[in-house]
């Protein structure tokens, strides 16, 4: 599957498109996987519930937007991928964060949900013929190509990652 250019995706989803690497997107997905989980590994207990500043998400709660995100950007793939009718709504990220658990579940259950999710997305981002990835769809009011979505989940990814990296283990250990 070729990188989406531009014009493929709405303008603020560039933020993450633009940290993605060069190369097969598949594989990318597959070893980001694998150093995010190292990553949740290294997690002590104790900084499970950490929050870098007031009224920003836990590391845990970071970890559940991932997957909250994670699955909805899948299944606007896939939606548009199979030429579904209609347009997928606007999701508000916070408001989703609120109505989850995941700051009550423990960080290696969210790491496991994760990366289930994230392997079945590779098999399902694999079954994509050029047709089914070129295939334009509307998702919040904007227009973006089915191909769109596996590199914006692996940039958005890469940018939390960072984040938890920088913000979250770098400024409690």
Aim: net charge negative; with cysteine.
């Amino acid at each position: 599957m070729r990188r989406p250019e531009a014009t493929e995706y709405d303008a603020y989803y560039g933020r993450y498109v633009d940290l993605v690497p060069e190369g097969d997107i598949l594989d990318i997905l597959g070893r980001e996987m694998v150093t995010t989980q190292a990553l949740l590994a290294s997690v002590p207990p104790d900084l499970e519930e950490y929050r870098y500043a007031p009224g920003k998400w836990s590391v845990r709660e970071v970890v559940g937007h991932l997957i909250d995100t994670e699955r909805a950007f899948a299944f606007r793939c896939v939606w548009v991928a199979r030429a579904a009718e209609g347009a997928q709504p606007a999701f508000e990220q916070d408001a989703w964060a609120r109505a989850s658990n995941a700051g009550r579940r423990r960080l290696v259950d969210l790491a496991e949900e994760w990366i289930a999710l994230r392997r079945d997305d590779i098999l399902l981002f694999r079954s994509l013929d050029e047709d089914a990835a070129a295939r334009v769809g509307i998702a919040s009011g904007k227009p973006f190509t089915a191909r769109s979505f596996p590199w914006i989940i692996a940039g958005h990814e890469l940018y939390h990652r960072a984040l938890l990296e920088r913000d979250y283990l770098g400024g409690a250990r």
